[in-house]
């Protein structure tokens, strides 16, 4: 069993944009800017925002944090949107979900501007997207295609099974591992809440993509011995032997599954840290495409 390792692979990502950034930089071209709108104060939200702002220092890009109050009208929310549209110096926008109940987060993401939709949530991303055009691919899925090809991971012929279809991981992820590219080429199956047999489905599975948001759901007894298992999700877990009073889980039972397969991901460490590192390489051909 290998791991999947996001902080060797993400720090490579994150390497080579660097040097990109600093020889674009060098060549006179503007510094890539990324802006990230946080409305409210939910704790897991305001952690993943530090980190993306963090990385783009790292890489040596522009991060703006624009925090709005929970109580924001959906009207602010859209002018601060269409300034940042207008905004010739930002490459970039982030609205960092989930967004209170009172404003429709598919109003807000079909109004950032497609040349600056670096989470590539708008619909037109995901329109060309699936019809293979050159896009901006959701940071989550295309992270976990940036660590199936750092691994050489064999995709072509293989049956992935993705458990969960969000618009924003489980639906973008089936798409693209069914498309006829490299990584890709797989016989897709998308299981959700209504699926049956899902243990059955699962046993057939070469490669599992779990990212339903349940810790632990994906067992051993579910898992084929030598698949590859991608775990997407991040829960926070009431854990009084931490500092901050949580640990973070995944979807898998990693202690159990893990010696079954042939490549696992971790959680902490796995898929989160890849999507930082996408977020980042979208932003940064959003600015060279200007
Ligand atoms: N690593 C990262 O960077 C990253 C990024 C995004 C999300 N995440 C994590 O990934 C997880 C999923 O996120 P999401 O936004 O995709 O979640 P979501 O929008 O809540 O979607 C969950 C999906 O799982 C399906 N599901 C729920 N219970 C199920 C069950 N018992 N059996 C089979 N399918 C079931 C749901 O089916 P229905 O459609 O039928 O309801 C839905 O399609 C969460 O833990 C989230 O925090 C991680």
């Known amino acids: 069993m290998q791991i999947l390792d996001g902080k060797i692979v993400s720090q490579a990502v994150k390497d080579a944009i ?3 950034t600093e020889a674009a930089k060098s060549a006179g071209k503007k510094t890539p800017h990324l802006a990230a709108i946080l ?3 939910n704790g897991a939200s305001e952690t993943y925002v530090a980190s993306k702002v963090k990385s783009c220092e790292e890489v040596g890009f522009k991060s703006s ?5 929970d109580t924001i009208t959906e009207a602010e929310l859209i002018t601060a949107i269409e300034e940042l549209n207008a905004d010739l110096d930002v490459d970039g926008i982030l609205v960092q979900l989930p967004l209170p109940k009172q404003i429709s987060e598919a109003k807000i993401i079909g109004l950032i501007h497609p040349d600056k939709d670096v989470d590539g949530f708008h619909p037109m991303s995901i329109g060309k997207m699936v019809q293979g055009l050159p896009t901006f691919i959701p940071a ?10 750092h691994y ?6 293989k049956h992935a099974v993705v458990i969960g279809r969000s618009n924003i991981v489980g639906r973008p992820i089936s798409i693209l591992l069914s498309r006829n590219a490299y990584p890709g080429n797989c016989t897709v199956t998308v299981c959700h809440s209504h699926t049956h047999n899902l243990k059955e489905i699962c046993l057939q599975a070469d490669i599992i993509v779990a990212a339903l948001g349940i810790p632990g759901f994906l067992t051993a007894d579910m898992v084929k011995e030598n698949a590859v298992v991608v775990d997407v999700g991040i829960t926070r877990v009431k854990d009084d032997t931490k500092k901050s009073g949580f640990a973070i889980k995944g979807d898998v039972d990693f202690a159990n599954v893990a010696p079954k397969c042939s490549y696992i991901t971790p959680v902490p460490g796995g898929v989160g840290l890849m999507t930082i590192a996408a977020l980042l390489m979208n932003t940064f051909n959003a600015c060279e495409q200007k």
């Open 18 to 20: 660097k040097i990109k």
């Open 39 to 41: 409305v409210g104060s």
């Open 65 to 69: 944090l624009i925090r709005l109050a």
């Open 140 to 149: 989550t899925p295309y992270g976990i295609l940036l660590m199936l090809e």
């Open 152 to 157: 050489k991971i064999d995709t072509k012929g």
